[in-house]
């Protein structure tokens, strides 16, 4: 069964560092693109870039390039998400995905709520 | 960017009926579409790719339908699972992007 298993809900402060996790299961972890999308309250889900646990490759949304980082740990079959210096406009749910059939995202995380406030 | 625009915002159906909702893209992106289901508190959930092919484990009353521009997605027999909010998403250009919804309610 493929699964994807997020880390927790963080509460951090402006200007704090934070990387959160996605760890999959039930598949071969290079083998497929890992997605990351972020939601804000009551609005559609917004792609914020792709990366190939195989080699590391990577694709940023326009939007977040610059602003957050993409990495993986093949070793334990994790993607991260990493942020190094947070701003209250990333309050936010972040999903990971798998991109399975052509390019939609087949299989999802159950999310990881982040709030930043002083 | 691809600006993908859904309609109508909300739709109110009674349980059993046919809900038909309309996804619209600002340039043609083939038929590189998918649709999705998010229920409160989850995440979304695949239910068609490729403007029309049903995702594994998606019921046959889920039909989509489309290409180019244009797109459907038709849930016929509503279930009172069905009551959520539904995401189109484009891949079909290098930066993807998703609509901003329709809320499908109860009538």
């Known amino acids: 069964e493929v699964q994807l298993v997020q880390s927790g809900a963080e509460v951090k402060k402006p200007g704090e560092s934070l990387r959160i996790s996605c760890k999959v299961s039930g598949y071969r972890f290079t083998s497929y693109w890992i997605g990351w999308v972020r939601q804000l309250p009551g609005k559609g889900p917004e792609w914020m870039g792709i990366?190939?646990?195989?080699?590391?490759?990577?694709r940023y949304s326009p939007s977040f390039q610059g602003q957050v980082t993409f990495s993986v740990d093949e070793s334990i079959n994790t993607a991260y998400l990493q942020w190094s210096s947070l701003k209250a406009s990333d309050s936010a749910m972040y999903y990971c995905g798998r991109q399975g059939p052509e390019r939609a995202f087949d299989y999802w995380g159950q999310g990881t709520l982040i709030t930043v406030s002083s | 960017e691809v600006v993908m625009t859904q309609s109508p915002a909300t739709l109110s159906v009674s349980p059993g009926g046919r809900a038909t909702l309309s996804c619209r893209a600002s340039?043609?992106?083939?038929?590189?579409l998918a649709w999705y289901r998010q229920k409160p508190g989850q995440a979304p959930r695949l239910l068609i790719y490729g403007a029309s092919t049903r995702a594994t484990g998606i019921p046959a009353r889920f039909t989509g339908s489309g290409s180019g521009t244009e797109f459907t997605l038709t849930i016929s027999s509503l279930q009172s699972e069905d009551f959520a909010l539904y995401y189109c998403?484009?891949?079909?250009?290098?930066?993807?992007?998703f609509g901003q919804g329709t809320r499908l309610d109860i009538k």
């Open positions: 990366i190939y646990p195989g080699d590391s490759g990577l």
């Open positions: 998403q484009q891949y079909n250009h290098w930066l993807p992007t």
């Open positions: 340039q043609s992106i083939g038929s590189n």
